[in-house]
């Protein structure tokens, strides 16, 4: 009898050891090794076995030479979805949505079944959480009925294998991978074996038969997702679902796509009867903003291909202690602090003993340079007690010497502020030429955080 033969990984990263060890040397993690039996096989090598294409893969194929089929996407009827996943769906794609526990991934991937169903699609939805009476349920309240959708409740991924050859269906939701194990891997369902081979064999499913698949991936306590870091990299789509659960409204966001582009951001509102889009979700962030109150500027915003308009508060207050506290909610925070030292070094605003407080309204994280402006201006606001006027859009990237320097896409992000009714938009000077600004919107162009701070709090 051949001896059995362990080995220890890491189930943050999978880095594999021979040897336990306290602290993985792949990401750093204490007590995240794991023992795990050694497959006889190559597990591996079977997930990507029998693929049915043997002769590309025994010849290479000069690109000029393949032969390209243009299909068009599947719309959904969520132009949100849509426009997150680039158009809508691809076919033979393989798309990952994480999220916090109860965020509403399962209700979205539900509705989104149905909406396919009722386009005459047929749809496998694969439940490894719930049984089949405990997913009806959850249909029944969200009004989902359809011929064309089958629910199955399976974590072997052999039986869902099967279950997809039988069925042939055009998309399938995986809920989630985290629940389905790959029977010839000894680990424990969840574990970074468990995901990574599970997520190959979905992938060889999902390119060889052209099936759009839909998995649901679990997060972990820092917001990623849990299992090895190469799941990311398999799957064609990564997208996160954020927000907060005692909160109705809810944003996907995408962070990779290979069929459209990154950062794309949208918007849904959790109801009664499940989750509905917003289409307009700039008017959603500034409802709610106070009218003279210092420390508050708006600014236009690109998620994507989306200019959306934000509000920005700053609170600065004098400090008792030696060490300032500076914090930030949907806006980096090294970035605050270089705003604070141009203000403090180029304009003379003695910030050292003021502890700041930054947020960004209805829980939009921004990380592009245009927010710079409209930051330095909302910290200056607070630290003068001076508040902004609540007609005006402040865009623009601050430099190291004050500078304010040109942003892009500076035509679509003062249509979207003059179709809100803001009268005046503040931006770089080197983005006043080459285009036609709306009619009724003044445009100010600015050279320098002086200069923008005269006209928007002084002036």
């Keep these: ?92 794609s393989l798309v ?27 749809v496998l939805y694969i439940s490894g959480e719930e049984s089949m009476r405990q997913t009806k349920l959850r249909a029944d309240r969200l009004g989902v009925t359809s011929d064309n959708l089958l629910i199955y409740s399976e ?31 000894t680990s424990a369902p969840g574990s970074v074996s468990q995901v990574r081979e599970c997520t190959a064999e979905l992938m060889r499913i999902a390119k060889t038969k052209g099936i759009a698949i839909f998995i649901v991936g679990h997060v972990t306590k820092e917001g990623s997702i849990a299992g090895p870091r190469l799941l990311e ?55 709610e903003r106070s009218q003279g109150a210092s420390g508050s500027t708006v600014v236009a915003s690109m998620e994507g291909t989306r200019p959306v308009l934000v509000e920005i508060q700053a609170l600065i207050s004098p400090t008792s202690f030696g060490n300032p506290r500076r914090m930030a909610t949907g806006i ?46 909302s910290i200056a606001s607070s630290f003068r007690d001076k508040p902004t006027r609540a007609s005006d859009c402040i865009i623009g990237e601050v430099g190291l010497t004050g500078e304010v320097r040109r942003v892009s896409r500076i035509e679509q992000r003062v249509q979207e502020a003059a179709k809100l009714g803001f009268e005046r938009i503040i931006l770089p000077e080197n983005n006043l030429g080459g285009w036609t600004p709306p009619k009724g919107v003044e445009l100010i162009g600015v050279s320098s955080v002086s200069q923008a701070l005269k006209v928007s709090i002084d002036g």
């Design 1 to 92: 009898m051949a001896k059995r033969k362990t080995k220890f990984m890491c189930q943050e990263c999978g880095y594999e050891s021979p040897k336990w060890m306290g602290k993985c040397p792949g990401c750093g993690q204490w007590n995240k090794m794991v023992e795990e039996v050694e497959s006889v096989g190559s597990t591996r090598r079977g997930a990507f076995a029998n693929t049915g294409n043997t002769t590309l893969a025994a010849k290479a194929t000069p690109i000029t030479a393949i032969e390209t089929i243009s299909e068009p996407r599947v719309k959904t009827d969520l132009n949100e979805l849509n426009r997150v996943l680039g158009g809508g769906v691809v076919r033979g």
């Design 96 to 122: 990952l949505i994480g999220g916090d526990p109860g965020i509403g991934k399962s209700t979205l991937l539900l509705q989104v079944s149905y909406q396919l169903a009722k386009k005459a699609h047929s």
């Design 233 to 287: 990299h398999i799957v064609d789509t990564v997208l996160y679902f954020e927000g907060e659960r005692h909160h109705t409204y809810r944003i996907l966001r995408a962070v990779k796509n290979r069929f459209g582009s990154t950062n794309e951001m949208g918007i849904f509102e959790m109801k009664e009867a499940g989750l509905e889009e917003v289409a307009n979700p700039s008017e959603i962030f500034l409802e």
């Design 155 to 185: 974590t072997n991924l052999h039986e869902i294998s099967l279950t997809i050859d039988n069925s042939n269906p055009d998309f399938v939701i995986v809920d989630s991978i985290q629940t389905i194990f790959h029977p010839e891997v």
């Design 332 to 377: 980096d925070h090294n970035r605050v602090s270089l705003l604070m030292a141009v203000l403090e070094k180029r304009v003379g605003l003695f910030l050292a003993n003021q502890d700041a407080y930054l947020k960004v309204a209805g829980g939009v994280k921004l990380d592009e340079p245009a927010i710079d402006l409209a930051v330095a201006v």
